[in-house]
Each structure stands twice: as structure tokens, then as C-alpha cells.
């Protein structure tokens, strides 16, 4: 069975940093994209940026703070957040597409359970 895991998150003053990190793991053949979402609380979930290969995509609000990575041999994305702003304050989630095995015939579509970010003085 296949799950992601979020770490990181915490509180953090306006202006701070924060690194969040997400493991994939379980049976995993091959992960294709990897994507970081958020979600305040009365709004709808969105998405903040995306990986595939070289390719990153940035949600216009967070380009320029934000930094999507990933290490390919440990199944982890991670997401580098520099200038904080109270707007910000969500939770984030993982999300992936994963193929399990060699004969598996499509990529299952994987989310973490979130992981809390505040930022307040």
C-alpha cells in the first residue's frame, strides 16, 4: 500500500521560513508528478506548485517565495517557503501520482494527510 507523508509544518512569524518535506512510501515503481496544495480554512483547496522532472509551476501568490524540489531516490518532495505572510496560514498537502508495479496500468492519484502551517507574531 502506497502512502505519503507530510512533515514540517509548525508556527512561524511573519517573514520566517518553513521547509516542508513529504515521504512517499510503500510498493512504488515510478512517481510521475508531485504537487504541493493548500487549504485556509472557509476556502477552497489549491493548488501551490508542481514538479515533473525539470518542470516546476508556481501558484501566482507564492512565486518567488516558494520553492518546489525533489529527490527522486528517496520518493520525497520537498517545499522550501522564505518570506512568510499571515495569508499563507493553511494546511498543506501532498499529492502524487504513483504507479505501484511494472504491469500496474495506470498512476493512482495519492494524497497526504496535511500538515498544519501558521504564520502569526
Known amino acids: 500500500q502506497v502512502q505519503l507523508v507530510e512533515s514540517g509544518g509548525g508556527l512561524v512569524q511573519p517573514g520566517g521560513s518553513l521547509r516542508l518535506s513529504c515521504a512517499a512510501s510503500g510498493t512504488i515503481y515510478d512517481i510521475n508528478v508531485m504537487r504541493w496544495y493548500r487549504q485556509a480554512p472557509g476556502k477552497e483547496r489549491e493548488l501551490v506548485a508542481s514538479i515533473s522532472g525539470d518542470s516546476t509551476r508556481y501558484a501566482e501568490s507564492v512565486k518567488g517565495r516558494f520553492t518546489i524540489s525533489r529527490d527522486n531516490a528517496k520518493n520525497t518532495v520537498y517545499l522550501q517557503m522564505d518570506s512568510l505572510k499571515p495569508e499563507d496560514t493553511a494546511v498543506y498537502y501532498c499529492?502524487?501520482?504513483?504507479?505501484?508495479?511494472?504491469?500496474?496500468?495506470?498512476?493512482?492519484?495519492?494524497w497526504g494527510q496535511g500538515t498544519l502551517v501558521t504564520v502569526s507574531s
Open positions: 499529492n502524487a501520482g504513483i504507479r505501484e508495479r511494472i504491469i500496474t496500468l495506470e498512476y493512482r492519484d495519492i
